[in-house]
């Protein structure tokens, strides 16, 4: 049976979302509950798989990571040996902070982030020598205008 997520786990995740540091205590003053009966909802979100991870957000430019690239894969092969190879590339390499495969033209989309545009080759060349594939376009961002990691759980009526 799936796990129903009701509005006051929702209000909880939202919390989590906005700031996982916060301590029981606040979440619960901001979600109007009390401690124990949050830390019992948080557990079974976990439980169900609902909360996957928690962790720290970084500031990438501040720790030399000035280059966000987009990089567009196109491929000809599609047998589970090339797929299996190109999962082993891509995990593999910490750069890719996302990857996604596509419906459409574009068979793979990359999220790379690096210092700069020379290490972006490096990646590339890295790549292309351990996977074949048709045709990369790498989009360099010039502006990052909106990235979050957060879901809409609450309405906002």
Known sequence: MAFRVDEMDRK???ELQRDSSQSLDEIAK?????????WNRIRKLREAGIIKQQTVLLDAEALGFEACFFVLIRTSEHDAEWQAAFLKALQDRPEVQEAHRLAGDIDYILKVRVTNARAYDV??????????????????????????SRLPLVDKV
Do not use: C, D, W
């Open 12 to 14: 909880i995740l939202e």
């Open 123 to 148: 990646f590339y060349q890295a790549l292309i020598s351990e996977v074949k594939v048709h045709n990369v376009t790498a989009l360099l961002s010039m502006e990052e205008i909106k990235s979050t």
């Open 30 to 38: 901001r979600v109007g509950s009390s401690k124990t009966p949050v």
